[in-house]
């Protein structure tokens, strides 16, 4: 085929050159990750954030193609397990590139969280069920295509160069969202040489490892997906918004049971698109048409709803006034029965009107056989074809080396904060919870005033 | 009130530095535009362009916050009338030019062309509206500075300084959206020094003109705009989409007419939030609740409505099958009626799956007092005081000066340009509809074959 | 080999992946060019454009290989005369980019203008002089490959395809210099995309062409070359520049002249290194010693020469004091003998101090075969495999086709613009001079004062 | 005055707003700074990275610019002592800021170790003697002005925030120099947010802090810091040739000692410019006339010259052959006077032909008061007023603080490394000397062969 070109911010072209990729993209279950916001609540932060796993997911099949360009020019195998790159591999990979998000739903980890599902099932599912587009397109390749392609999501795929270019502490994923978020967001911490690394790229028995000469862009990658996670990924603002969402789908889902008992409440509240969803019996037809749009309506709709709690949630939601937080330091985690119980007390059911959110990342680490999530290390190719680990040889990654960081915080309503708040009833509960709270983290209060 | 910052990557930081901008930005209808993209349906060509009003709005106001500053900083007024800058025009100038697009419904260009409303007048509304969160604010100023940053919005506001920096032939609306839309769709065509744009601004009695230093920077930025127009928002794939969505609210209104009559048709098909829309009685507050989320979920329920047309253009329209398209030459426009017969002969009702569709504009003109529209002109300060239009000393400008571009298509299924359609009983309809396109033209075929 | 890479800001990498060119760049006569300043005498206004014809070099290769890989992998020739690319001639390609400046001399375009040298004789000297480095690495490859690098840099060269990708109105040496002057000179116009234009490219019997869909990014790459020549190339100031260097050329080869009958002049003025130059006598290979640095170290020994006039123009020139000008309107010209000789009058010797400069370009031709210089045109290739010149298709372009553009200017002493010089007894002259002076240009003096 | 740009690609703009500024600029012992390459050396390595001082110099002020603007516009003094920025201090801080580097020599570093003179004296010198351009329109300002910027760049000036901001871990010449190094270097490393840093900063009673909600960008200069050091100030080839260099100029000083003694020898090799300097006695005048056009003209001489090392190295370096290198680790270290050995034994003096060069850097660090240089810390301001070190709150600073990075490495002629070098009677040394050596580093060879 003639090659078909998509114009990209991130990537400047994304380049299609098989006709099996063309017709992935033109899949329903692939058009529909147009309509699903890559960061989700993160755009309420970041306004500019506000691009889709659509193209986060062709920002991967692109650079996986570069990959495979890379290795297929430099480093073909030449003999069975000699270590090289094997170039039938080529539409193994950038097949599961394209295609490794496509069980997201929307808002995907409040969703998870609320309805126990799991996107990289779901991925699979898509893949392998004769009823969708894409397994149709699939099996076009072969028959066996479709169970290759779910096997490398499952990182059970036999050519372990093929999995850890999609799924490794350094590979296609993670690469294209650290530069499309940096990119949209305009935190512009996230960028490093995208081009280097690839060049630097090279195959070996066990996996993927990278030219000595690599080690600054490698390292420059490691730093500016720290500050990524840092900067962006663990906003405290975002992650009031992840709350006030989880809330909301929480009081949706009581309330909804709720209705089934008590004649005083009016199930229709929920939209027909979202009922199988919440009961719990959803299809894979139905999950497929989920998006943004379908949750956002509703919400829109619950503004009016009658109960009280979810109306008011939904409103904080769409009006953007998210819960506020406070970092929670080790000493001072004994207060939150104490200030859980003001916020009771100022009329805020603390099930719907409060969390605990820990944020914690590893930034790198290096492999341990027994952890429960044993990570692949970045090894760096010497001269003489010896390797050696990333942080052996990189002053700033040893520093950081399996070192976490992140915090746990604890959210409640803004209304918590209000100051001199005359003539509010509340105003003596407002000022007592104050007092736990200094330099915006959660403090143990002290007689007579702070300090 | 300390400065509040939004990261924003066109601008690096949106800067507010006033409690009531900040305010505004907090109110209902205002985080409403988060929910409108700016560019509609451009999306589905540019899949990076999904940034929305909402982003674009607080982008104009930082080009005038930067306006007010360097205006004031260098050329504030010391004598009534002396052609300087009145700092006291700050607020209003930064209060419009945030609000410019409040009025703007969801794809707002289809919008309109249906429902026959005018973003402008909404705009207008809900600044002057006591029913607004927005109007409360304003209010809170003054009682005339609602009404008074409706006239800017309106043209019609005393001082022509304010009126031309919002709304000109290089105004802070278009320099934000030129920017923007080039960043975000990566047609890396629009971009312009804004900075240097900005430091050379003079203010003069009757508006606003450039010193002349800066030719080269304007002239860059009439350039930009037309390379903006010729391949974004012209472009012929997009305007195919525009033309499903226009067919799709069109069939949408119509079946709903015939709901009221057929007892066949069920009314319910029509979500709740968008009936008083298509009654043609919409009021106000629902107006405002109206966004992108909301049509694409009807969209997405109309998929599955009995009526075939409305449920295969909403099918088209989620899955990406856009109108294909052929551009009209003058000699080839007394072809249309004979195609449009072979279009409905295959099968597809022309009312529903065809259109005309003409883009054109004009990248720069000087002022024509009897224009139905006359612009502003741009005018360039010579060393001693005295002006010239920007065309008499560009030869760049002066060569593209009141030249219109653009084309006329004519849009159809794209089935119509199936190849080989062996067993297809359409197959000698679409062929013969072929004879009529040549390179992506409308042609008048010649007999025994092309050319 | 494995492949070498040289870190550059404009290509990120250059990528050598051929013995020849790497030994090639290694020679003597290529590493002079890293004395040798791209920009000459521009870098006084444009400061950070102080980068070297070395690194322009290397970017035209990198291009060109560039150019290389596309075409080898989209149209390799099938069959002779196929108006294929030939991938035989990849090398002879890559060797012509690297090398076409290697015959500059230091400030090259005065250079020339002052000995009568000819930079394009130069290059075809050094690569076919038996004496040079570079003509050993050639021979390396076979015997007549000097000969054939040197016809094409001389455009004699049978495979046009070749000639035009080195030299036509969009090849590989404009490409970047316009990109690289732009960077380094932060005059942000001259950008456009490199790697759009190179995926559009497409040979074909007669040359080079460019895929019809590529028509945005020509368009842009020809506006982008207008608007660096009006604002750096043609830079007053820079031209200003130019004038005292020629002058100061000029003057030591006058004083030179006189040492040699006058023996009140000691001829040792003029160092060594520069002696055969000035003597009219030079040879290639003391030629292929001078660099900037030699130029400069002189310029700076003749601060302290006898000569007041070689010493005055030497400080003027270190110390970074152009000669001023204004533009030549047509009415104007014949004011030229007044001015020149209130010049003079003033102590000034004309010769020395004052000049006419013209700078006039066509920023787009088609094609006129009788032209003096007839320039290839740009051709598009449309869907059905013809051709259309760019001016054709494009709006744009089409409205700057055959337009000149630039201004002629007259060069005098700064001094001359002094104004209320109270005490200087020039100031009468001072004062006459400045009524031919208006808003930058020489005018005609009105009789009473100027308005 | 108006204001007067200059175009830069790192800042878009130097403005400068103040004549004495301007004056300054156009003084003869500024000018000199357009003729000193700001990374000497480096620039064989990065070819790029041809920048002057000049423009390092203009940055630096502009930044600084930013600074004052910044501080005068948010932190202006109400009240003596109350830790607020003092505007009157704008000037001093503007000037010191642009002359900083008006001391430096051609290739600096290089410079300073054989001649013994130190850029910092001879920028005070340059700015207090009286015979200066540059100390005649100091002095315009008041008759101590000279005095006050000669004490900010002694760093003993009274106002602790204005020494701070032009010397300190964080301050206007690095901020200039990372930037600037990496734009044109093309490592692209080396950035960070400049205007968010300047955004954040506050001046304090003991100098200048930051905003807590500024650590991101203040953590992400710190790394961009360390890296620009990794990658480009410490790159072994840069070094290689900063070697060969330094060689150069001790076998001059060597030779034009000997040709005192030795009437073989003609002292005429020594260009007049440099002989002053050559013979210890160079007065202030003479300083100022050099540059790296007399430094290279002359080694353009030298190349001539009659003593064979240094024609060796005077061709080595001009044609860009540098000194190889191996990295010492401690263990191997004692193998030096074996490898020394070999060398002299090649052919090759040690003392002009080999080297040992240590480049070890701490990348940040606390304040530690007994250190030799004790380093200003950078401190972050919380909410409520109190300051917090930066490492205590930064994971990743914390993680790097304090240690050092960096090598050791010992340098000799490439031809020790020559494989295969068959009929070469120095075969043998060559692959004695090559049992040292293994991936890049000096070892302890093993009896043998490698492994």
């Known amino acids: 085929m003639v090659e078909t070109v998509f114009r990209d911010p991130v990537h400047n072209f994304i380049r299609v050159q098989d ?24 755009s309420m932060v970041f306004h500019g954030a506000e691009h889709s796993r659509f193209s986060h997911s062709l920002g991967v099949y692109e650079i996986a193609r570069q990959f495979a360009d890379h290795l297929a020019e430099n480093y073909t195998m030449q003999a069975p397990d000699d270590g090289g790159w094997d170039p039938n591999e080529r539409l193994v990979l950038l097949t599961a590139a394209l295609l490794h998000d496509l069980g997201h739903g929307p808002y995907s980890h409040t969703f998870e969280h609320i309805f126990g599902t799991d996107h990289e099932q779901y991925t699979q599912q898509i893949i392998l069920s004769p009823e969708t587009e894409v397994n149709r397109v699939l099996r076009g390749v072969s028959d066996d295509f479709p169970a290759k392609v779910a096997s ?15 799924s490794s502490q350094i590979d296609a994923d993670r690469m294209d969202y650290l530069l499309r978020d940096a990119y949209y967001s305009g935190a512009n911490y996230g960028t490093f040489d995208l081009s280097r690394i690839i060049h630097m790229m090279r195959p070996y028995k066990g996996g ?33 918004f992840e709350v006030v969402l989880t809330n909301i789908l929480r009081r949706a889902k009581d309330y909804f049971e709720l209705s089934k ?4 409440i009016d199930g229709d509240f929920m ?33 009016h709803v009658k109960d009280p709690i979810l109306a008011d949630l939904a409103t904080r939601f769409l009006d953007r006034h998210p819960l506020k937080s406070v970092e929670i330091e ?11 119980e003001l916020i009771a007390a100022a009329g805020y059911e603390p099930k719907y009107y409060t969390a605990e959110n820990d944020s914690f990342d590893l930034p790198y680490d290096a492999y341990h056989p027994n952890a429960k999530k044993p990570q692949t290390q970045i090894e760096l190719v010497q001269k003489d074809g010896t390797m050696r680990e990333l942080s052996e040889v990189s002053t700033l990654v040893d520093a950081i080396k399996g070192r976490t960081f992140g915090n746990a915080r604890f959210f409640f309503p803004r209304e918590m904060l209000l100051e001199q708040a005359v003539g509010d009833v509340m105003a003596p509960l407002y000022e007592e919870f104050q007092r736990y709270v200094h330099n915006d983290r959660l403090i143990r209060p002290v007689e007579g005033g702070i300090k």
């Open 330 to 340: 080790e000493g001072a985690r004994s207060m939150l029965p104490a200030i859980t």
């Open 208 to 240: 993927i490892a990278f030219n000595f000469k690599g080690m600054a862009a490698v390292e420059d990658y490691v730093v500016s997906r720290y500050q990524m996670y840092a900067q962006v990924y663990f906003h405290p603002v975002s992650r009031g």
């Open 271 to 303: 939209p027909k698109s979202l009922r199988s969803l919440f009961e719990g019996r959803i299809t894979l037809t139905e999950y497929i048409e989920l998006d943004d749009s379908i949750m956002l309506a509703a919400i829109s709709e619950w503004r």
């Open 152 to 166: 490398v999501i499952a990182k059970t795929y036999a050519n372990q160069q093929v999995v850890q270019l999609i």
């Open 19 to 42: 006709q099996v990729i063309l017709d992935l993209i033109g899949t329903r279950e692939f058009q529909r990750l147009r309509r699903i916001k890559q960061l989700g609540v993160s």
């Open 261 to 264: 008992t008590d004649d005083m």
